[in-house]
């Protein structure tokens, strides 16, 4: 997910807005990323449930799979919610004074909110006591707003870099809304929108509202006083300003990192509008523990287990192809699928299954999760929001690729999402970047 970092919230006097329910210090009393007093004593840990994104960020890299590698979108593993909420009840029997279960990607929480929201209600059914968080790019919070106060989410993180959509044009490639992907300054300006929507709805819900903004040299520094202003005008209750992270191979890597000066006097000119976090410990979507010490040999350990028990209740990946060789079937035109496990010398089909035939809604798709019960994922050029709905319901991923079928599973198997390698040219319609061209054959 978007750069998350974790740090004690330090006061700076800021006249906060009065039309909004100001949450009491007492929501966020023990909280290790709110309450500075709580920072060296309490633990949160992260469920990595939530693989795909809704948006590109320009700074942005989630292929990499590093444990020592402490940033955002990246995790070793994705989970399903129930396995997520397994995986927690071991964390809260390990890890002492646990007291906040986070989302934080390794994607965005709402662009896999069926996963998100299952997860979050297995989680205060389960660990009433512990705190919900989030943290999202905002771009589909806007739909889910009822439903995230009604689970009882206490904290939410968005990441607006900008307030100016020409700006935004330079961060983000693309924004994906549903099936339409929109570009340059209407992908920008889109975002914006749902944002500072997402921002004031969370307030007038009585929710806590943490802004991360990524300082990019050339690009969001100069704005940051102006998406301050406006946030706190929405009545967020504080900021975080962060250092661009450089990515290798990422657009914005050459820009570099802000130096001290300009992120301190970037803080300052936030500091006149909003509370500003003062300290930032960047962690992964999979982090656990206290601040600055995920990823102990014991935490390890049981991500570790958590992904095994995983593998060993779905062991293969299911691919929608014409020819067996390529991810290029629309999940509504295929009649069946080629069934992969992995191998120490890679991923080989294993298996041709015949899926149910066209029609009958929902409940083709309930039999299809039937016939891929032993998948962790489906690859399929495209796919409709019902059948990935019934599918992700039902534990398994479902992703938008295209290329060989055996170097997209292996991608799968690695806990990474697969990636497109054809040249734009030869791929199949519109796959990943255009709305559904939609065959008629059976999404709905
Ligand atoms: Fe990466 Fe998506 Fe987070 Fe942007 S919002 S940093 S693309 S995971
Ligand atoms: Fe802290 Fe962010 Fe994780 Fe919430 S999502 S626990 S604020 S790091």
Partial sequence: ???????????????????????????????????????????????????????????????????????????????????????????????????????????????NAEQTLRTLRLCTDRHPELMLCLATNGLALPDHLDEVAALGVSHVTITINTVDPEVGAGIYRWVRDGRRVHRGVAGATLLLERQLEAVAGLKARGVVVKINTILVP????????????????????????????????????????????????ARARAGAHIPQMAHCARCRADAVGLLGEEHTAESLGLLDAAARRRAATRPYVAATSMEGLLVNLHLGAADRVHVLERTPAGCRVVDIRTLPNPGGGAERWRAVAEVLSDCRALMVSQAGQMPRSVLEHEGIEVHETEGLITEAAQSVFAGRRPTVRLPVRERSRGALDNPCGGTGTGCG
């Fill in 218 to 265: 050339g690009l969001t520094l100069d704005g940051v006083g102006d998406v301050a202003r406006t946030v706190a005008e929405l009545g967020a209750d504080t900021m975080n300003c962060l250092p661009l992270y450089p990515v290798e191979g990422t657009p914005l890597a050459e820009r570099g990192a802000p130096d001290a000066f300009e992120v301190v006097s």
């Fill in 1 to 111: 997910m978007t750069a998350e970092p974790t740090s004690p919230v330090t006061a700076v006097p800021v006249a906060a807005a009065t039309s909004v329910p100001v949450p009491s210090p007492e929501a966020s009393r023990g909280h290790p990323c709110f309450d500075a007093s709580a920072r060296a004593r309490t633990a949160r840990v992260h469920l990595p449930v939530a693989p795909r994104c809704n948006i590109q960020c320009n700074y942005c890299d989630r292929r990499s799979d590093c444990v020592a590698e402490s940033r955002p979108g990246v995790s070793s593993t994705v989970l399903a919610p129930e396995e997520a909420a397994d995986y927690l009840d071991e964390v809260v029997a390990a890890v002492p004074d646990l007291t906040v279960v986070g989302i934080a990607g390794p994607g965005d929480p709402f662009a």
